[in-house]
């Protein structure tokens, strides 16, 4: 099973109103902003015995927070976009359950029914020998998910998906 394929049945399922959207970009970039500055704040800092600790940690902190804020942009920009639900404004949570086989038939059950509260009652393994995907939203208004079986080295769909709106 391939994440990308389900997200593509996921969005071809819902009529345009699932859409692969990036995240924002704004919080990354004053993430780096922050650390910029901190760097910045450092060279006006007169240079002496008595303010070489807070030069050092300025540095090591500016240094620090503006690498994680070029890969935070870079993940954002370059990265995969991630399933939004135009009606209610939000992105899906993505919730990926592990469960034993021998649960098959209590988990093909829920999943037909669309059900994530019964799947979160349901005891998951160590071993995900059957997986379930789903995408919900926030609210709960929303949910599409689909249980995988692995055999022969692959995840093999056991359900269609199942879409409650």
């Not at 071809?12 to 902003?33: F, H, K, M, T, Y």
């Not at 789903?134 to 769909?157: I, T």
Request: glycine share 8%; proline share 2%.
């Amino acid at each position: 099973m391939n994440i990308k394929d389900f997200n593509e049945a996921l969005y071809a399922s819902s009529d345009g109103v699932i859409v692969e959207r990036r995240r924002s970009i704004v919080i990354p970039l004053l993430v780096l902003l922050v650390g910029v500055a901190l760097l910045v704040v450092n060279c006006f800092i007169d240079g002496g015995e008595a303010t070489n600790n807070l030069k050092s940690s300025l540095i090591l902190a500016g240094g620090l927070i503006t690498l994680v804020g070029v890969a935070y942009c870079a993940v954002n920009v370059f990265g995969e976009g991630a399933p939004y639900h135009k009606g209610y404004n939000c992105f899906l949570a993505r919730k990926q359950y592990a469960f034993d086989r021998a649960k098959i038939d209590a988990v093909v059950k829920a999943v037909e029914a669309c059900d994530k509260a019964t799947l979160d009652t349901i005891g998951e393994g160590e071993i995900a020998a059957l997986s379930v995907i789903c995408y919900y939203s926030p609210n709960g208004d929303y949910c599409a998910m689909q249980a995988f079986v692995y055999e022969d080295f692959l995840y093999n769909s056991v359900t269609k998906l199942s879409i409650k709106a």
